[in-house]
């Protein structure tokens, strides 16, 4: 069963024991080493047939150590070495400039990752559809999420789906 969160429509499979804040103002703008990044909820810019997108805008005005976007607390969840999340989400930026995103699940403090990949070209004029897999390399029982960008700009995000992939196996 998935849930949906209010108007920014960050989608989370319950059943994987990840969950998103209750409240959307949970994600906040992660800007670390002098970085200056500007998230606020947008409806704009519209799909082509004319939907509100229900997105976040992020724009990163100066570069830093570190900056893009962080969901603090992804609930109670229990992550296992071996363990394969698929990501998905759509984007798209102001113009045909593309961003690396690099997502992570790690400890609460940012100290210790768990989880992280790296999607090379994101974005784009017009909205598309991105996936990847994170895999767990270390155990954790609480984590956050975050997506960071390497350069400044404006991209748009919504539609984030964070689900366990099925092995096979049988228990």
């Known amino acids: ?7 920014i429509m960050f989608a989370l499979a319950v059943e994987t024991g990840l969950a998103l804040p209750d409240n959307p103002a ?4 992660l800007a670390e080493g002098g970085a200056a990044v500007e998230l606020v909820p947008d409806s704009q810019p519209p ?10 805008r992020l724009t990163v005005k100066q570069t830093g150590r570190r ?8 609930g109670k969840m229990k992550l296992e070495p071996g363990q394969c999340y698929d990501l998905s989400f759509n984007a798209r930026t102001d113009t045909r400039k593309t961003f690396a995103l690099t997502v ?13 990949t790296t999607l090379p070209e994101v974005g784009g004029a017009e909205w598309a559809h991105f ?3 994170l895999q767990v390399r270390r155990p954790a029982a609480k984590c956050r999420m975050v997506i960071a960008l390497a350069d400044t700009g404006t ?5 984030f789906s964070v689900v366990l992939r099925e092995t096979g196996e049988s228990h």
């Open 26 to 29: 949970s994600w906040k703008a």
């Open 131 to 133: 996936s990847v897999a």
């Open 155 to 159: 991209l748009w995000l919504n539609d």
């Open 67 to 74: 900056f893009g976007i962080v969901c603090p607390d992804m």
């Open 1 to 7: 069963m998935k849930c949906l969160l209010g108007f």
């Open 104 to 116: 992570s699940l790690e400890s609460l403090d940012g100290k210790k990752v768990f989880a992280r």
């Open 47 to 56: 799909r082509p047939e004319g939907r509100d997108t229900n997105s976040l």
